[in-house]
């Protein structure tokens, strides 16, 4: 599974996995050794599919209240950096930069993408499938399974159906447990909250989500490195 990583890939990537496995420290500095050395691992095999052409908005004025299609006047320019820059005029002053960033959730649709047959086959071992069923019984709410988006937790109604709650990126669902990209989505807004400080250590409920979530991400590195 290491094909196509050098050295200091594979050696960075066992290095995390063993701070993720360690029996010291608590459970969120190992569950996030855990995503450090899958992110590396994704990364290092997929970042060249990351860098996608992304427009960035800066300016947008007298564009309210405009319905339906109408004439436009503006400019297209490539600029010295790489970007190409789209100013419009009229009926209203609006930039737009489109330039080459990288997209970090692509890694991980990659990742889906290539191991979703290998997936089948570890879920057939009993290891990883309970760790799979652990996680899922930690997200268990009345109306499904999933995480709340944190920065949308304003949003966010146990009451509403959970496909109106998805499309609206207030949760991460798992609909369909034997999807692999829908548990890897859930594990980074697992990854999300806690970065964002949105998890806090102590909390019942966010201390059985990480710690659910810790296992799950060791069994998926077991099998790539």
């Known amino acids: 599974m290491f094909t196509g990583l050098d050295d200091k890939q594979k050696r960075l990537i066992e290095a995390w996995f063993a701070g993720a496995t360690t029996s010291n420290g608590d459970e ?4 996030m050794s855990a995503w450090i050395a899958f992110n590396a691992f994704c990364y290092a095999r997929f970042a060249d599919k990351a860098s996608r052409r992304r427009p960035d908005l800066s300016e947008d004025k007298g564009l309210s209240g405009i319905s339906g299609q109408v004439p436009a006047k503006g400019t ?47 879920l ?17 709410r009345s109306n499904g399974y999933y995480v709340i988006n944190m920065l949308r937790v304003a949003q966010y109604d146990e009451q509403a159906p959970i496909g109106d709650l998805s499309k609206r990126n207030v949760v991460v669902a798992i609909t369909e447990p034997n999807d692999l990209g829908q548990l890897v989505d859930a594990l980074y807004q697992v990854r999300c909250n806690v970065f964002h400080g949105e998890k806090v250590p102590g909390d019942l409920n966010d201390d059985r989500i990480v710690k659910a979530a810790r296992p ?10």
């Open 28 to 31: 969120y500095g190992r569950f």
């Open 76 to 122: 297209l320019e490539l600029r010295s950096d790489g970007r190409v820059r789209l100013r419009i005029e009229k009926p209203g002053r609006i930039q737009i930069d489109i330039r080459e960033r990288y997209t970090e959730d692509i890694v991980f649709a990659e990742f889906s993408r290539e191991y979703s047959q290998f997936f089948t086959t570890w």
């Open 124 to 140: 057939l071992e009993s290891p990883f499938c309970s760790a799979r069923d652990e996680f899922l019984a930690s997200l268990k």
């Open 216 to 225: 799950l991400l060791v069994e998926l590195l077991r099998h790539l490195i």
